[in-house]
Nanobody, 114 residues
């Protein structure tokens, strides 16, 4: 199993980023997937999730209306479009099945400056 996140970076408040995750080693299309984040000194939290069928997504209240999760089952990829970013969105972002496996990728750092 491999999860490879990319697309993070440094952005000013109000800016946008699009994260990508390439998954391999399991039958991607039959699993719900999620984006999680972990800020310094805080526990990892689920911010967005999408069922295998692309028809249902859910979001943490803190990102609702600003983040959009999507997936491409043909390419085994999941994406997170993040708009109107806030300093409190600063964290390492990870993708994983939802609920998550014990194995995680390296994550991608998102830093939002005020």
């Amino acid at each position: 199993v491999q999860l490879v996140e990319s697309g993070g970076g440094l952005v000013q408040a109000g800016g946008s980023l699009r994260l990508s995750c390439a998954a391999s080693g399991f039958i991607f299309r039959i699993y719900a997937m999620g984006w999680f984040r972990q800020a310094p000194g805080k526990e990892r939290e689920l911010v967005a999730a999408m069922r295998w069928s692309n028809t249902t997504s859910s979001y943490a209240d803190s990102v609702k209306g600003r983040f959009t999760i999507s997936r491409d089952n043909a390419k085994n990829m999941v994406f997170l479009q993040m708009n109107s970013l806030k300093p409190e969105d600063t964290a390492v972002y990870y993708c994983n099945k939802n609920p998550p496996m014990t194995q995680w990728g390296q994550g991608t750092q998102v830093t939002v400056s005020s």
